[in-house]
């Protein structure tokens, strides 16, 4: 698809996402060589590469279980695999994902893993709240976050900035430890090291989440072209806001929304989503096989999933989980 508009958020996306990769990586050397010199520096960058090359195969099995989600077979849910299956070969995966169910109330859906094996876990809020359109645009997000490789992405971004702020904290206590003696040494202070090395946490974070934002767009720009139709997406997002504020209206604590891992991305306005996804209205699909599909008479999921016992948001020590 060489549409103009997609071709100008596409390149502009990249731009900015190998920018902030790179602006990551630089925070984090700095900070090791700020406190162990020019070596520590190579030192970061392996630890992270290590953890980033064997995290894929931890975290996706511990995130499944946080969320008590259980497999869903075939003959459980047929029509959402023929989907799935579609969807998969449109984004050339290797085989399709492995599909979870979630026992919660809220309409939610992630992507775990990477192309070769894979995870997509959707809520019994998507099943009873989303229609089979909706549905397809959540699916088709998700699947292009698995083909795009978005998980070891953030998964980068997430053990660099965790890194970060351990070498922030090491830093600021080095430094309350010695303040003393350099205070009675008379020793002149760098403070431009020092103010990096202090504002490196916050920093990291809005680069991780500058960094999530972009291939969230970028997966909303997926969805459009593997469905041909950006209306599936724009709707189910317009529902999740809306129901997610049904939700927070009934919890009497002062917050802004549910926070999810870091791991699992932080997406942008969902007004400004919509807002670029009806951009893309007129971008055409390949495969009447889907565009048959879309255009089914029913407006439920077809499903035979035995549904479990469903949560609503509860507190946990750490924050509100569902």
Known sequence: MNHPLLLKHRLLNTFQAIALILLLSILLGYLAMLLAGPSATWIAFLIVLLLYLTNPTIVPHFILRMYQAREISQFEAPEIFKLLLLLSDKAKLPKPPR???????????????????????????VLKKLNYKELAGILAHEITH????????????????????????????????????????????????IIILILAPVLSDLIQRGLSRIREYQADMGSALLLGDARPLASALHKMEHYRHNYLGGIFIPIQKIPEPSLLRTHPPTEERIKRLLEYQHVQSSGHELENILGTPYEGIPIQIEHTKTRRPRRYFTGFWY
């Open 99 to 125: 599909l979870y169910y979630i026992p919660s109330q809220v309409i939610n859906a992630f992507a775990l893993g990477s192309p070769d094996d894979s995870a997509l876990a959707i809520s019994d809020g």
């Open 146 to 193: 698995i083909a795009n490789n978005d998980i070891r992405v953030m998964s980068f971004a997430d053990i660099a900035s965790r890194i970060t702020k351990l070498l922030s904290l090491a830093g600021q206590l080095l430094l309350l430890v010695t303040l003393p003696l350099i205070f009675f040494m008379g020793i002149q202070l760098n403070w431009i090291p």
